[in-house]
Structure formats: C-alpha cells, structure tokens
C-alpha cells in the first residue's frame, strides 16, 4: 500500500539545541535505512516549516504505524496519513492513460 505523509516536527523553542542536531542526525540515518527498504519512496520539504510530505509504501497500516514509531523525533512529530489506492487512470500504472 501507499500512504501520502504529512510530517511536522513540534520541537520546543526552549529545547536543548544540541539533542536537536543529535536527533536530526539519527533520524536522517534512519529515513536512509527505511527508504533503502523501500519505505519511503519520495519526500518534499514545505518551505520555511519544519515539515515534508512523503510518499510512503507498506504491507498495510500496522506496518507503516512501526515505521513512523521508529524515527527517533516520533515523540515530537506531529503525523497525517492518507492511504492511497490505485487509479485507473494514473499514467504510471500498467495499462493506464
């Protein structure tokens, strides 16, 4: 399944900047690793906002809930999901146009 999500980062202000960078440099590494499984197949940034859209791809729901738990910034993210289904007119389908 695909699954279009919206991430927001919620990091408090008054946070300590250094367990900030720390998180940012673990959680990109485990992005690395979930979009070298094929978990994650796209990603955008929104502009001037701790925020991105990916394009996500698992089994199902559960699968997915275990991927997003696993970034180590989940407890400060605030997550949308939309589970996408096929069209039959997408022009990357087979068959499709």
Avoid: C
């Amino acid at each position: 399944m695909e699954f279009f999500v919206h991430v927001e980062i919620g990091w408090p202000a008054d946070a300590d900047p250094d367990e900030f960078a720390r998180l940012v440099s673990a959680e990109r590494e485990r992005a690395a690793v979930l979009a070298s499984q094929g978990t994650i197949r796209r990603m955008w940034r929104v502009p001037g906002q701790r925020a991105n859209w990916g394009l996500w791809e698992a089994p199902d729901a559960t699968a997915l809930h275990t991927a997003l738990t696993s970034l180590p910034l989940f407890p400060w993210l605030s997550i949308e999901v939309e589970p996408l289904a096929a069209h039959p007119s997408d022009p990357e389908r087979p068959g499709g146009r």
